[in-house]
């Protein structure tokens, strides 16, 4: 089955340092979301990236999803300690189901 | 965007009970929702899909008999564990899709004695 590798696992930064996770996945998706969840909380969604080469951008964070639809990343600049969290991509291969398939999700930590 | 509802956010319970989940759809109506448990430090792993008015369609692994799950309305599913084990102690979640993005609940942590 699908799946969605999602790297780093961990990032400790200082505050202003800039951040970025990597996903890749085994299939080439339809689209691929990306999720915030801070801890003891619920996943919260950022975006979701749906063309080839996609390049999106929300204030500090800039979302971008591969040519061949198969990898993305996310990246923080100048991180804030309100950044902390772990951010999930989920990967959708399309049809009429809507399954996502989360990656591991990468735990970021700011030190002030 | 879409809001989630879920009930009860936090349960504990003794082995050997049954706990129901409520997830409901508060801005419009689900034909489908999802069904996720999350263990601590790790990623959300899809469990079911809910279907409004059939059957529910359960990922491999996940035993259906133990996870029922009722999809009776358009606004509400429920999850219900059976039997509920220590080892079934966990963040369960839900979620339903507004266009192809999915919106979740806030989350019922279990706690099995």
């Known amino acids: 089955g699908q799946q969605v590798m999602q790297i780093p696992q961990y990032q400790h930064v200082q505050e202003g340092e800039d951040f970025t996770t990597y996903c890749n996945s085994s299939t080439t998706l339809s689209n691929i979301q990306w999720y915030k969840q801070r801890p003891g909380g619920h996943p919260v969604f950022l975006i979701q990236l749906v063309k080839s080469g996609e390049v999106k951008k929300q204030k500090r964070l800039t979302f971008q999803f591969g040519e061949a639809k198969k990898n993305s990343s996310l990246h923080i600049t100048a991180t804030q300690t309100t950044d902390v969290g772990t951010y999930f991509c989920?990967?959708?291969?399309?049809?009429?189901?809507?399954?996502?398939?989360f990656g591991k999700g990468t735990l970021l930590t700011v030190n002030p | 965007g879409a809001v989630v509802s879920q009930h009860p956010s936090r349960v504990i319970c003794k082995s050997g009970t049954s706990v129901k989940i409520e997830c409901r759809s508060l801005d419009f109506q689900a034909t489908t929702m999802f069904w996720y448990r999350q263990f601590p430090k790790q990623s959300l792993m899809l469990m079911a899909t809910?279907?409004?008015?059939?059957?529910?369609?359960?990922e491999q692994g996940v035993e259906k008999d133990k996870f029922l799950i009722n999809h009776a309305s358009l606004t509400l599913s429920t999850l219900t564990v059976t039997s509920a084990h220590p080892e079934d102690s966990s963040f369960y979640i839900c979620?339903?899709?507004?266009?192809?993005?999915?919106?979740f609940g806030p989350g019922t942590r279990l706690t099995v004695l």
């Open positions: 809910s279907n409004e008015g059939s059957k529910a369609t359960y």
């Open positions: 989920a990967g959708n291969s399309g049809g009429s189901n809507y399954k996502l398939t």
């Open positions: 979620s339903q899709n507004w266009g192809d993005t999915q919106y």
